[in-house]
């Protein structure tokens, strides 16, 4: 049996409407919705899943109906959830997208505020995993401080002093 891959980041529940005509700003726009599991991290783990390879998916989600939705669809692709950080109180990471009859994104609002506490306090004792992985994919929206635990820590094993800017 191969070793785990493990993926760190963001899971989401996406909504996407698509107006049934030509879209009408500040107006009520009939049209269709649907509703779907995503993520970038999450969907590169779904399709190495469904290659049959051994997945874990370590995010945050809220103790709430998105994050059952997250865990359940992740689970039913065959991702392992042993690792999701569940946080009463907090919203899962969700996303909503309007798009025009053509099908073209009008406009999108993303809430993954959870990932920001996804934090190397809650990685480390998962440490394991992470250390006897046979690969790791890493979101690129993980917050500064869990960047750094990750590539100076863990790839190199040293605790070395860094910074990272935002361009």
């Not at 939705?69 to 109180?89: A, D, E």
């Not at 996303?95 to 073209?104: A, F, K, L, T």
Request: some cysteine; charged content about 20%; hydrophobic content about 40%.
């Amino acid at each position: 049996m191969p070793k785990e891959i493990v993926g760190i980041g963001a899971a989401n529940v996406d909504i996407m409407g698509e107006s049934a005509a030509r879209l009408v700003m500040e107006d009520s726009n009939p049209g269709t919705l649907s509703v779907s599991v995503g993520g970038v991290t999450r969907n590169v783990c779904e399709n190495l899943a469904r290659l049959g390879l051994p997945v874990r998916l370590i995010t945050t989600v809220g103790e709430d109906m998105y994050g059952e939705m997250i865990r359940s669809w992740c689970q039913s692709c065959g991702i392992i959830t042993g690792s999701f950080v569940t946080l009463p109180g907090k919203n899962s990471s969700s996303y909503v997208s309007v798009h025009r009859n053509d099908g073209e994104m009008a406009v999108a609002i993303s809430d993954m505020r959870i990932i920001q506490d996804l934090t190397p306090a809650r990685l480390e004792p998962m440490r394991d995993k992470l250390e006897n992985a046979g690969a790791i994919v890493v979101d690129g929206c993980l917050p500064q401080e869990t960047m750094r635990y990750f590539l100076l820590v863990l790839i190199t094993g040293h605790d070395i002093e860094c910074t990272f800017s935002r361009s």
